[in-house]
């Protein structure tokens, strides 16, 4: 479980210029086996969560803990803490360390000190799991970027955390393959229990998530499943968030008379099954 | 300047299971080191002969096709021929005065500038062949894990022999991918109607201030995200008592002490051959 209690956070030299901090007040639960997206327009302080849950940045004011450990208590369990909380970043290009993937993936597992042939082990399952047999022995810069974004998640799970966090992972990759990573490692949360958190600005990808948490301005503006979520149209698009075109689809049939459909349509079988229904 | 990538085969580790591919990174570095000491160390056209021989007996061993490392030294070797006609022509020396061919105002072309240009010019390029077969043979982490394995006893004196590794693989890592951001960026401002390469000195150097400054710009950025995640990945280098652990196992065997025995034995042959030759 990872606490965020009443966490303020302020970059160095914002204060000075007047600039409201980057997260404010802000309070969440993040339970085991979730799977979260976290969306927000840009400068809404969804990144600035992520470091914090990844002890990367510290709170100024409130608190975050993670299965326990405060992550400004500093010593090991700030190392305990990084490694239970995998961080993947937008741009694998500025994430990835090594120059061949058998090697990116061995990263972490080589900074945590394990034994060679659990190095091997974790190696060979990463391989398997993300589909980079093929590329085992290439160099990380011959990869494609949705190659590399899926490396770079390979790198980060190689760790065996127990919270993914994933920075607008598929800002840089094109739809087809964005949509294949994100059903990849919903499939990892579910198998393995992972907890899962997807930070995007892409309202469509939310559908497929247990929970949604939308920030503006540093603040937690909704939280909850995603069909709650989208019942706030209004409040999304004072966050300069439209809704998916499906539940905007089904909202104007609605409209139109149509008034036996549901208020909140989240995907295209939902909009079949339910005009189906209607006959 | 657009199509850089195409010229340069730097760092692009070719794993064609050759002999030299598969020694020990230590044996190669050592061999390399003792090589480049005998080449540098030489003045005479024998010696220089025999080096070219040498050479052609180690692109044989690498079984890499001759026109793929000849293509990457070619922008070197173009550059080179610049220098070469420098240096010929503000070749000036005590003994000169007696060989000149040719002389115009500063400029003169003597036997000796001739002789001398030649010389120091094939001893560079052999050097540079040298440099690009071992990063030819050798992937960066094997490069890497040979450097640390050679310099450890270095660490004695208080030396990070690790970070300072790290920094080098690193920094060779960039190497494409600041060649890709040379190329968009030289693109993005072509566009713009910037014309590289034309003009006084003094535009051309504006010119290509549009691409450095967002270089150094984007290479900054780049470096802090980096740290950022390689430090989420549990890697704490100048912490005390950390300890990582390696996936690769260096191996030493007969091969390496036979390729070390060869090479030091050739380079006292060039040694002992520049010392009797009359020429």
């Known amino acids: 479980m990872i606490e965020v209690n009443n966490v303020t956070f302020r970059y160095s030299g914002e204060a000075e210029e007047g600039i409201a901090p980057a997260l404010e007040e802000v309070t969440l639960r993040i339970g085991e086996g979730e799977t979260i997206a976290l969306i927000g327009h840009n400068g809404s302080g969804k990144s600035t969560l992520a470091r914090l849950l990844a002890a990367i940045l510290l709170p100024q004011r409130g608190s975050v803990i993670v299965d326990g450990l405060r992550t400004d208590a500093g010593g090991e369990s700030l190392w305990q803490i990084r490694q239970s909380v995998g961080l993947v970043f937008q741009n694998p290009d500025d994430q990835l360390v090594a120059n061949t993937v058998i090697d990116e993936i061995a990263f972490g597992p080589e900074n945590l000190g394990l034994p060679r042939f659990e190095i091997e082990e974790r190696v060979e399952e990463m391989l398997d799991l993300l589909d980079l047999r093929p590329y085992a022995r290439h160099a990380v810069s011959d990869l494609s970027q949705g190659q590399k974004q899926r490396l770079a998640v390979a790198g980060v799970l190689a760790m065996r955390p127990r919270y993914l966090i994933l920075d607008e992972p598929t800002t840089m990759i094109p739809g087809r393959t964005a949509e294949q990573l994100l059903e990849t490692v919903r499939r990892l949360a579910r198998e393995r229990g992972i907890t899962v958190l997807h930070i995007t600005h892409h309202m469509y990808e939310l559908v497929d998530f247990d929970r949604v948490i939308v920030m503006d301005r540093g603040h937690v503006l909704l939280d909850g499943t995603p069909a709650h979520v989208l019942r706030h149209r209004e409040e999304l698009e004072r966050a300069g968030l439209g809704l998916p075109l499906i539940t905007q689809l089904g909202q104007r049939l609605r409209a139109r008379g149509w008034s036996q459909l549901p208020e909140v349509i989240l995907t295209l079988d939902d909009l079949k099954a339910a005009l189906c229904s209607l006959k | ?279």
């Not at chain 2, 693109?187 to 713009?192: F, P």
């Open chain 2, 1 to 279: 300047m657009i199509e850089i990538s195409r010229h340069i085969s730097f760092g692009q580790y070719v794993d064609n299971g050759s002999w030299l591919t598969r020694l020990d990174p230590r044996a190669k570095i050592l061999c390399f080191a003792f090589t480049v000491a005998a080449f540098t160390y030489i003045s005479q056209f024998a010696a220089l002969a025999f080096c070219f021989v040498f050479c052609l007996f180690l692109q044989w061993l690498s079984r890499l096709p001759l026109r793929y490392v000849l293509q990457g030294m070619r922008m070197f070797i173009s550059f080179l021929l610049v220098l070469y006609a420098f240096q010929v022509l503000f070749y000036t020396s005590s003994t000169q005065a007696n060989s000149i061919i040719w002389h115009w105002g500063v400029l003169t072309i003597s036997w000796e500038g001739l002789i001398h240009s030649t010389q120091v010019d094939l001893r560079v390029i052999f050097l540079y062949y040298l440099t690009s077969l071992l990063m030819l043979t050798t992937s960066l982490v094997d490069l890497a894990d040979g450097a640390e394995a050679l310099l450890r006893p270095l660490r004695r004196l208080g030396l990070p022999v690790h970070e300072l590794v790290m920094v080098f693989v690193i920094a060779l890592k960039f190497v494409p991918l600041l060649i890709t951001e040379v190329e968009r960026l030289s693109i993005a401002q072509a566009t713009r109607g910037v014309r590289f390469g034309r003009g006084n000195p003094w535009q051309r150097i504006r010119a290509l201030s549009g691409i450095i400054v967002p270089l150094f710009m984007s290479g900054l950025q780049r470096v802090e995200m980096l740290s950022t995640a390689m430090e989420a990945r549990c890697y704490r280098a100048g912490y005390r008592g950390w300890r990582r652990s390696k996936l690769h196992a260096l191996q030493w065997t007969g091969s390496d002490s036979l390729a070390l025995a060869c090479c030091l034995l050739l380079c006292g042959l060039l040694v002992a051959l520049n010392l009797v030759s009359p020429f």
